[in-house]
């Protein structure tokens, strides 16, 4: 399993980002490998991230590929993927939902 980490700044107001992202949630629901996704906010920092957690490096790079390919959506400065192995027996310690 993966992580993927996307982290960006956001430029207008929290509720325009929450009003923005909802189709993206509904489409993201769908994506072939991908279990799930957290969305975060800072209200301090405008800063938006998103975590999700994928079967496979394919599955991931797949779904990673145009979003690195093009360009930043409108509202959205110093965007930055970072993917991650997920350590997973220690992770089913703590409950991690894998």
Known sequence: MKILEVR????NS???Y?????PGAHMRAGVSGL????YA????G???TGIYLFEDIESLNSYLGPFKAGAQP??????EFKVWDVQEALSRITRAPI
Do not use: C, L
């Not at 960006?8 to 430029?11: D, I, P």
């Not at 929450?18 to 909802?22: G, L, V």
């Open 18 to 22: 929450e009003r923005k992202a909802r």
């Open 46 to 48: 405008s800063m938006a």
């Open 8 to 11: 960006f700044k956001w430029t």
């Open 35 to 38: 279990r799930w996704k957290i």
């Open 14 to 16: 929290r509720e325009e």
């Open 74 to 79: 409108e509202g959205v400065e110093d965007i």
């Open 41 to 44: 906010y800072d209200d301090e």
